[in-house]
């Protein structure tokens, strides 16, 4: 059986999707999202090969193709190209496989060389770059296996917002996920009933229509103007009543102080800070040389976190305020805080 770092994932957040997936092998629905982000990495691969090409993009949207291909060559600069959009593959012993017979397989984005620096991994995302780190893991193992070297450093380069976040390569954090890679596989492997696990992540599944766990929404097909503006107006219904129902927990949770427990995961408070820019205009002033004002506009104000002591250093142009709101979140066993469940396995454009 392959597994891919999506194709485990997916297995993580419910193995009922897994199966209509990578088993039953059902189509998905291709967004432009997804669309977009796999030009951008052809674009980029290309350009590193001296063949740069962006007519594959519609033309509305080649000038800023252009500007997100350009920050990935720029962050790259004078050093050596080793392996571009190159595809890999790993036994179950982390030897080298062809990609096709492979019992793990990937393909990295790019893996370069300096002879200061040493090497570094690289994955492209289109927006933001705060993935977790378990998929560098895996193109760590694949690119160890294949070329016989770790990479010094590996890296989550952000397109649109030109920004890098790296993380230098862990010996130990790095046999610890080979062997939870292992055990995850070996789990997926001798499932003999692929559950459904409703969540949150079910409102972007491709597979929702005919998922026994959704039966009860008997999704119609669509044939018809008035069948549309019909479904519609049971969407808005739906949409009321799970609010509703959601409202109802946090009620329940807020008055309690009790947090509501399902398998890996809580439904409890969760604080976080929330900045908003109040003078637009003294806050050009007070970013430094190498800073771009228009980054931290609206959304962007989670850039603007990452500047070091920001609150004081823009203390009279934002506001900062306490949000609590109410979702799930996984539980982490190894102790500690619990972590946000509620990002989807987003598109690694």
């Not at 007519?55 to 193709?65: G, M, V």
């Not at 097909?221 to 739906?238: F, G, R, Y």
Request: proline letters at 5%; glycine letters at 4%.
């Amino acid at each position: 059986m392959m597994h891919s770092h999506t194709s485990m994932n997916t297995f993580k957040i419910c193995p009922k999707r897994y199966e209509y997936r990578y088993i039953q092998k059902l189509p998905r629905i291709t967004t432009p999202a997804m669309e977009t982000g796999t030009l951008l990495h052809n674009a980029i691969s290309t350009s590193l090969l001296g063949k740069t090409d962006f007519s594959a993009f519609p033309i509305e949207e080649r000038t800023e193709a252009e500007r997100l291909v350009r920050n990935a060559l720029n962050y790259i600069g004078e050093r050596t190209v080793v392996a571009t959009e190159h595809q890999l593959g790993m036994s179950r012993n982390f030897n080298s496989r062809p990609f096709d017979k492979a019992r793990f397989r990937g393909v990295i984005d790019v893996l370069i060389f300096d002879p200061v620096s040493g090497m570094e991994l690289i994955d492209f995302k289109t927006n933001y770059a705060d993935y977790p780190k378990t998929q560098l893991l895996f193109y760590t193992l694949l690119s160890s296996a294949t070329f016989g070297f770790l990479p010094n450093k590996i890296t989550y380069f952000s397109l649109r917002f030109n920004q890098p976040i790296s993380y230098p390569v862990d010996l130990e954090e790095l046999v610890q996920f080979r062997s939870e890679l292992l055990k995850q596989a070996r789990k997926i492997e001798m499932e003999k009933q692929f559950k459904p696990n409703p969540g949150e992540h079910c409102s972007n599944c491709d597979y929702i229509h005919q998922c026994p766990a959704a039966q009860i929404l008997s999704i119609p097909a669509v044939n018809s103007q008035e069948t549309a503006l019909e479904i519609l107006k049971q969407a808005d219904a739906h949409s009321a009543h799970a609010s509703k129902l959601k409202k109802a927990a946090q009620v329940f949770v807020k008055q309690t102080g009790r947090s509501i427990q399902d398998t890996g995961r809580e439904f409890k408070p969760n604080v976080s800070e929330a900045v908003s820019i109040t003078d637009m205009d003294l806050l050009k002033v007070r970013l430094e040389a190498g800073y771009d004002p228009d980054k931290y506009r609206n959304v962007d104000t989670k850039l603007l976190k990452q500047i070091p002591n920001f609150k004081n250093r823009f203390e009279d142009c934002i506001k900062i305020s306490t949000r609590t709101t109410y979702k799930w979140q996984k539980i982490n066993t190894k102790g500690g805080e619990s972590h946000d469940n509620t990002k989807e396995n987003r598109q690694s454009a």
